[in-house]
């Protein structure tokens, strides 16, 4: 059973102050969690998790995961400007991106961020850019075909197989890009892959790390390069549905360390950094969205219509995503309604959830939207007017913090021109 870390008096309370719909996140369990991360790759010393910050651009939430160790991995211009004003520097920034703009390049290299490049033709872009190259830079590999590893049917849709997707470099370019990135003074390198969406899969690591670690080794000894550091990425995922469980991150970092022993020490890399970027596996079971019912509706099929949207919580509309909804202070009552819990926009697919079953929904009953932490808030948008909400921080104390405040019309007409 999955349980809310809010109870319906701590909601009650906070919503005297901030109204529903509102994010929060919990800072115990994103702290337990990232120092379970830590532990489970301490055999690494060079290890670090560089949280991908368009799962939750928020720098309350990015201030905490540095506290725990982490960097952040930035794509955009604005994620690296967030990333500058919170503190983070050399070493702390990755910047892996695609289709990416001279300036955004130009901005990463200034702030000494690894940058990943998506593709062979990037490396004459970036020389052109920056002038010249950085002494330390990734190369995104995609090794084509098909890759199932306890995939998720959405996370599918994120990612789709390599064969289809738009990201990375072929195992050929990757050879030519560190060849020419050393011609152009390049004097360490890392690999980067991502494979592979919400894996619910102790195995998902393990096969990507042997996969990376035999081309880091063929690839080393083909160019001469020096590899230091291979990024893991992203799509260590979470249960999002009450019945799966959970990935275990010790299981996964021992897998890794078996393939890094067998791979890459007899290689005479044993010095290889391992490097991460998880934004879902760090965040997502560590917030809420928490809505009130306003409407009930008998017509075909139940209906509970609430105060948010998909413009707070794209993932159920745009890929038919699961989210466990509790209804507050009815934890213990039985499941014996089905209903549709829908939002307010004007498009048919803005349902939380599809004939689920939940007890009995009455108006002004607080619901928990489960696992919203990451891709959540972030995938957010102005759709119909909608106004973005408040992001709140559930401190270790029980005080809460207001980490964003909630969007105003005033704040949908800043960019018009009258
Ligand atoms: C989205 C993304 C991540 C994070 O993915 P999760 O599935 O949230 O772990 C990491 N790296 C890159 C390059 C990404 O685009």
Redo the contacts with the bound molecule.
Sequence with gaps: MKKPFLTLAQAREIIKTYPTPFHIYDERGIRENARALRAAFAWNPGFKEYF?V??TPTPGILKLLREEGCGV?C?SLTELMMAEKCGFDCGEIMF?SNETPAQEFALAAGLGAYI?LDDLTHVEFLHKTLGKVPETVCCRFNPGGVFTLGESKE?FQ?MDNPGQAK?GMTRPQLAQAFTRLKELGAKRFGI?A?LA??TISNEYYPALARLLFETAADVAKETGCRVAFINL?????VPYRPEQSANDIAVIGEGVRRAYEEILVPAGMGDVAIFT??????LAPFGHLVTTAIHEKHIYKEYIGVDACAANLMRPSMYGAYHHITVLGKENAPCDHVYDVVGSLCENSDKFAIDRALPKIDRGDVLVIHDTG??GFSMGYNYNGKLRSAELLLREDGSVELMRRAETPEDYFATLVW
Aim: charged share 15%.
């Design positions: 991908a368009k799962a991995d794509s892996s990943n996370g994120v990201y980067h991502f969406s919400n990425s992203g799509g260590v995922g970027e998880l934004g879902r596996f760090m990451a891709h």
